[in-house]
C-alpha cells in the first residue's frame, strides 16, 4: 500500500498539523512516510498545503506532480490541484470554503462538512481533526489508534488534555463524509 497525499488550504486551518499528524501516525504503525509541507510568509491567511506519502515500503522521492487523495479546503487550493488528482484518485473538499465544487468524472469527490461539523462541537481547532477522520474512513491510510499515539507525540504536553476531544473529531469526521 502507498499513498500518495496532498492537503491543502488557507493558512491557520490546520493543514500542516493535519498532515504532520497524518504522517506521525505511519510512523507509530512502522509505515514509510514523507511530510512536506509548503507555505510562505503568508502562512496565516494565504494558501498552504502539505505532501504528505504514507507507504508500506520504501519511498523513492517525496517529490510529487500528480496524487492519490486530494484534501481541498478553499476555492484556490481546489482550482489549483483538482487536475493533479490520478485518475480514479479521490477528491475530498470541506463545503464551506468552496464556492464551485469539483467537476470530473474520472475521480470519487467527497465533500464533508466539517466546519459546519467544528461550529457544532463548538471548537473550531477541531476542524482538521474533523476532516483526518473523514479521509480516514474513505482510505484508511492509518488507524484510530496510530492518531491517538501520533497525537501524544506531535502535541505539546499541556494540549494532551485536548486528545479525547481531537478524537471525537477524527469519529465525527467519518461519520459526516458523504459520496458526491
Known sequence: M???IIISGFGGQGVLSMGKIL??????????VTWMPAYGPEQRGGTANVTVIVSDEKISSPILSSFDIVIVLNQPSLERFEPKVKPGGIL???SYGIINPPTRTDITVYR?????KAAEMKNGKVFNMIVLGGLLKVAPVVSDQGVEKALY?????RHHSMIPLNMQALSEGGKIIEKI
Open 112 to 116: 464533508i462538512d466539517a466546519m459546519d
Open 92 to 94: 475530498i473538499y470541506d
Open 153 to 157: 507525540k506531535t502535541l505539546p504536553e
Open 2 to 4: 502507498k499513498k500518495e
Open 23 to 32: 504522517a506521525y501516525s505511519g510512523l507509530m504503525e512502522d509505515k514509510q
